[in-house]
């Protein structure tokens, strides 16, 4: 069963694994078959979802609504995470000619007007701006943030992607702490793991979010040199723990790091949720965690 625990200090509670909905688009699921995957990972006590404004061409938030909408007392026994600032070429922005950013206040309050309105609900759990923009004020995202929070339509907030210089100089402007960073940490990329961003959050002691922990599946298809490293080596970990599959090595691998982080589960299949769960079960030691790190680098630690 999973756990929940505190994101930060006296922040909100999120289950340890994270069910995402980035593909729900692609799952090709009716509302009602939408609604049974929901209870079930519920009922594994992943109770935790994670969505963004953007996700399936600004479709997924409302899949998910329609599906809400056939039993409203879920809301009650989950928290949602949603995320803003990314806009998108298409029928949704037609006046737009490039892919950018957008922290400024209209935007982030015209997107969680959005995002509530797709989902049918009344309050995100927590926002996050979703990547980090060079034309970001942060007295404007702040100003944001608060008169959000004073309508009742956000409870917390927090960033993804961000340095830790642009998540010190957001939180110098808000009154409540900054309750996450949700980054990329895999087998093939975990550079947070060295560029400090891990670092800061575990002196904070807020939990990362951790999205792509399987590559976007490149650690099963690739070919390259380093992915075929990585994925012998995960393999023969696999083996001397007794995990089901290389899945579950990665999910311990990435919650070996003492910043705790919460791995998000993209997949719409419940085998592979039911197998995520079961991993929690294995942790790997030192040598076995830097194991996957050699094999990720190509070299021995300096």
């Given at each position: 069963m999973v756990a929940n625990v505190e994101l930060t200090p006296n922040g909100p509670q999120f289950s340890e694994l994270v069910q995402g909905y980035w593909r729900l688009a692609d799952w090709g699921m009716t509302p009602q078959e939408r609604l049974t995957f929901l209870k079930q990972h519920i009922e594994l006590g992943i109770t935790t979802v994670d969505h963004a404004d953007i996700y399936g061409g600004y479709t997924c938030e409302q899949l998910f609504g329609e599906a809400l909408a056939l039993d409203p007392s879920v809301r009650e026994q989950i928290q949602i995470v949603s995320k803003c600032d990314i806009k998108l070429c298409g029928s949704q922005y037609p006046e737009q000619r490039i892919n950018h950013y957008n922290t400024g206040k209209a935007h982030i309050t015209e997107s969680v007007n959005n995002s509530l309105q797709r989902l049918g609900v009344e309050q995100l759990d927590v926002l996050l701006i979703h990547r980090p923009d060079v034309l970001m004020d942060a007295d404007e995202v702040a100003e944001a943030f608060a008169t959000l929070k004073q309508q009742g339509k956000v409870a917390h907030f927090g960033v993804s992607n961000f340095?830790?210089?642009?998540?010190?100089?957001?939180?110098?402007?808000?009154?409540?702490?900054?309750?996450?960073?949700?980054?990329?940490?895999?087998?093939?990329?975990?550079?947070?793991?060295?560029?400090?961003?891990?670092?800061?959050?575990?002196?904070?002691?807020?939990?990362?979010?951790?999205?792509?922990?399987?590559?976007?599946?490149?650690?099963?298809?690739?070919?390259s040199e380093?992915?075929?490293?990585?994925?012998?080596?995960?393999?023969?970990?696999?083996?001397?723990?007794?995990?089901?599959?290389?899945?579950?090595?990665?999910?311990?691998?990435?919650?070996?790091?003492?910043?705790?982080?919460?791995?998000?589960?993209?997949?719409?299949?419940m085998k592979r949720v039911e197998d995520a769960v079961a991993a929690l079960a294995f942790e790997l030691s030192r040598e076995q965690w830097f194991r996957v790190w050699v094999a990720s680098k190509g070299h021995g630690v300096p």
């Open positions: 340095s830790p210089a642009q998540f010190d100089l957001l939180q110098s402007r808000l009154d409540a702490p900054l309750v996450t960073n949700q980054v990329e940490i895999n087998p093939l990329n975990f550079e947070v793991c060295h560029d400090g961003t891990l670092d800061q959050l575990q002196m904070k002691r807020t939990k990362p979010m951790a999205w792509s922990c399987m590559a976007g599946g490149e650690i099963f298809q690739g070919q380093q992915v075929i490293r990585v994925r012998n080596e995960l393999e023969a970990i696999r083996q001397e723990i007794g995990a089901g599959s290389i899945d579950q090595v990665i999910y311990a691998w990435v919650r070996r790091l003492p910043s705790k982080p919460l791995p998000i589960i993209g997949s719409g299949n």
